[in-house]
């Protein structure tokens, strides 16, 4: 891309990854440095769409297919960080496991338990 940033491709971005986290020695989480989309999870431009750093990591090494949009690429219960991109915290769910990681998600709860949850914030 001439006279523009230098597009990520699907050789290049790992490395570009791995130059944009910080790990963390308690989790071992590989945690994104870069943007962060609505959803708390890492984004990255790749051609003219934004990826989600987890999808590109679950696609390079939890051989997911980059086409498949009916699975979700979701953390592990050892994983505390939406925006880690660790794949080794990473699995391959559907929707309905979509589902059910992000009712444990903060927005959720704010969405749909409103003040009954923040009453109980911090004691679920
Ligand atoms: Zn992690």
């Not at 979509?98 to 959720?108: C, L, P, S, V, Y």
Request: glycine share 10%.
């Amino acid at each position: 891309m001439p006279g523009g940033r230098p597009a990520h491709t699907w050789e290049n971005v790992e490395s570009f990854i791995k130059s944009r986290i910080t790990i963390d020695p308690t989790t071992n989480c590989w945690l994104w440095q870069g943007e962060i989309g609505p959803s708390g999870y890492g984004r990255i431009r790749m051609g003219y769409v934004k990826e989600s750093v987890n999808r590109i990591m679950a696609i390079l090494h939890l051989k997911l297919d980059k086409y498949d949009r009916d699975l979700f690429v979701l953390h592990k219960p050892i994983c505390p960080n939406k925006h880690c991109c660790n794949p080794e915290h990473l699995y391959i769910g559907t929707g309905k496991d979509n589902w059910a990681d992000f009712k444990k998600t903060k927005q959720w709860k704010v969405k749909h338990l409103g003040s009954r949850w923040k009453k109980g914030f911090g004691e679920e």
